[in-house]
Structure formats: structure tokens, C-alpha cells
């Protein structure tokens, strides 16, 4: 072996240990509104500690169909969705995997849908229109209390 190449070995070992460490962590994502799916991937795609593999879904049923058929992490769901509705969503993705964590997006407050959404087991309710940073950080923080739990 060359010991000029050594180096350049090293880092390229360094390198790829510390891409393999990087968490990956599968989120669906599920609202009506495309504008709120693409700024969810550009959000959480621009972060460079985790590796975000986002699914998304512009509706109530198809959002069913992927959660049965692929396991995520987290679910990020809107209340208001058309057709079968955000709570009665939730309602049934629990009844088929209790522990997955699930964040409510809402564009309207009230101490009710609050209230509403956390009994029927969502782990927060981000508001809309949110940022990059309130996202990321209701992220991050399900998973911290997830490690610390687990």
C-alpha cells in the first residue's frame, strides 16, 4: 500500500462512519394541501444531523393505506382533513400502532382541538403556518423524549 494514499483513506473511513451513524428517521407526512407537504420536506430535508425519509399523502385514506403497509417513525397530520377527518385519522392509526408518534397541524387554536387532539393520543398540535425551526423543533423533541423513555 501506498503510504501517501493513507490519509486520504483515513478520512474517506472517517467520512463514511460518520454518514452510517447519521439517524434515519421515516416520517409521513399527510395534509390536503401540497404547499404544507413540500414545505415539510424542505424543512426537514435541510437538516444535516438526521436523515429525514419523508412519505407524503394528500389524503385521509391513502395516509391509512401507507401506515398499514410500511412502519414510520412519525406521523405528521393535519386536523382539518377532507373526507374521513384529522381526529378520526388519528383514532385509527392508534388502534393499529399505539406507540407510533403523531403531531396534529392545525390552522386554527382553540383549547378544545388542543384538548381533543392530546386525549386521542397525539403526542403535540403545531400550528400553521409554522417555521422551519418550530417544525424542527417538535420533531427533535419527540424523538429526545423517545430516547429517553427508550
Same mark, same amino acid.
Given at each position: 500500500?501506498? *503510504?501517501? *494514499?493513507?490519509?486520504?483513506?483515513?478520512?474517506?473511513?472517517?467520512?463514511?462512519?460518520?454518514? %452510517?451513524? &447519521?439517524? &434515519?428517521?421515516?416520517?409521513?407526512?399527510?395534509? %390536503?394541501?401540497?404547499?404544507?407537504?413540500?414545505? /415539510? *420536506?424542505?424543512?426537514?430535508?435541510? @437538516?444535516?444531523?438526521?436523515? !429525514? /425519509?419523508?412519505?407524503?399523502?394528500?389524503? %385521509?385514506?391513502?395516509?391509512?393505506?401507507?401506515?398499514?403497509? @410500511? /412502519?414510520?417513525?412519525?406521523?405528521?397530520? @393535519?386536523?382539518?382533513?377532507?373526507?374521513?377527518?384529522?381526529?378520526?385519522?388519528?383514532?385509527?392509526?392508534?388502534?393499529?400502532? !399505539?406507540?407510533?408518534?403523531?403531531?396534529?397541524?392545525?390552522?386554527?387554536?382553540?383549547?378544545?382541538? !388542543? %384538548? @381533543?387532539?392530546?386525549?386521542?393520543?397525539?403526542?403535540?398540535?403545531?400550528?400553521?403556518?409554522?417555521?422551519?425551526?418550530?417544525?424542527?423543533?417538535?420533531?427533535?423533541?419527540?424523538?429526545?423524549?423517545?430516547?429517553?423513555?427508550?
Amino acid at each position: 500500500m501506498n *503510504r501517501n *494514499r493513507v490519509p486520504e483513506l483515513l478520512y474517506l473511513l472517517n467520512s463514511w462512519l460518520t454518514l %452510517s451513524m &447519521q439517524r &434515519q428517521i421515516k416520517i409521513l407526512a399527510i395534509d %390536503s394541501k401540497e404547499i404544507i407537504l413540500k414545505s /415539510i *420536506r424542505k424543512a426537514l430535508n435541510s @437538516d444535516e444531523k438526521t436523515e !429525514y /425519509i419523508i412519505t407524503t399523502s394528500g389524503t %385521509s385514506i391513502e395516509g391509512l393505506k401507507l401506515i398499514r403497509n @410500511d /412502519i414510520y417513525d412519525l406521523v405528521l397530520l @393535519d386536523l382539518a382533513m377532507p373526507g374521513i377527518n384529522g381526529i378520526e385519522v388519528l383514532k385509527r392509526i392508534k388502534k393499529f400502532n !399505539y406507540d407510533i408518534p403523531i403531531v396534529m397541524l392545525s390552522g386554527y387554536s382553540s383549547k378544545s382541538s !388542543y %384538548s @381533543d387532539v392530546i386525549s386521542n393520543g397525539a403526542e403535540n398540535l403545531l400550528l400553521k403556518p409554522f417555521t422551519t425551526a418550530e417544525l424542527k423543533s417538535v420533531v427533535s423533541n419527540i424523538f429526545k423524549a423517545d430516547k429517553s423513555t427508550g
